[in-house]
């Protein structure tokens, strides 16, 4: 795999990586300069990117990936705009794979799920994650920035070149899992929670 070689005047791989949360506020109590803000940073951000990249990358070809969200499939309450920031990058990357396929650039996004970032902070932090968090995903456990990263250094790679214009799921496989509250899910919500706090 190449990587971006600044002194040589050229960029192999982009990773748009760069985003904010939200606040949690309803929808009556957002406003638009909060909506503008998230568009502006998760959306404009990567468009913005791939523009000025695209003379360092023309030439040679490359490939680009934008980090959506699961968010983009699946929400919770009052997610609107980071939701819709999400969503957006969906469209953008299968734009921009079409539009620079003539610069043999490919343009992926990667829509991570859960990923635990805690010990990645600044400063770094124990996770503050119980038995219950892990279990509801099908792979048994919540993600890391690990998880993440191999999936790009894949994508980034000669072994990737024949994809373009598509999205990776990587979540545990949490947006596949249909949810039901059972008995059976409710016991061992309260066994995992239970051995939590023991």
């Keep these: 795999m190449r990587l971006a070689g600044g002194s040589r005047g050229k960029i192999d791989v982009l990773v748009n990586n760069a985003g904010i949360p939200f606040t949690g506020n309803d929808l009556e109590k957002q406003s638009s300069e ?6 502006g940073t998760n959306l404009y951000g990567p468009w913005i990117c791939a523009k000025h990249s695209l003379k360092y ?5 490359g490939v680009i990936i934008n980090i959506a969200s699961t968010r983009a499939y699946q929400s919770e309450e009052n997610t609107e705009p980071y939701s819709a920031s999400k969503g ?14 003539k610069y043999r650039i490919r343009v992926i996004s990667v829509s991570p799920g859960w990923i635990d970032t805690s010990e990645w902070q ?6 503050k994650l119980n038995e219950l968090d892990h279990i509801q995903h099908p792979a048994g456990r919540v ?6 990263a191999s999936l790009i250094a894949f ?13 990776f799921i990587i979540d ?14 409710i016991k061992r919500a309260i066994e995992a929670l239970n051995r939590g706090t023991s």
């Design 34 to 39: 909060e909506f503008m803000r998230i568009i």
């Design 57 to 61: 990358m023309k030439k040679d070809g």
């Design 88 to 101: 957006g990058i969906l469209a953008l990357t299968h734009a921009l794979a079409i539009s620079l396929s």
């Design 122 to 127: 600044i400063p770094p932090r124990k996770p």
């Design 143 to 148: 993600g890391k920035p690990e998880d993440v």
């Design 155 to 167: 994508l980034a790679s000669s072994e990737a070149e024949w994809i373009t214009a598509a999205d």
């Design 172 to 185: 545990g496989g949490m947006t596949k899992k249909m949810i039901y509250l059972d008995e059976e899910i």
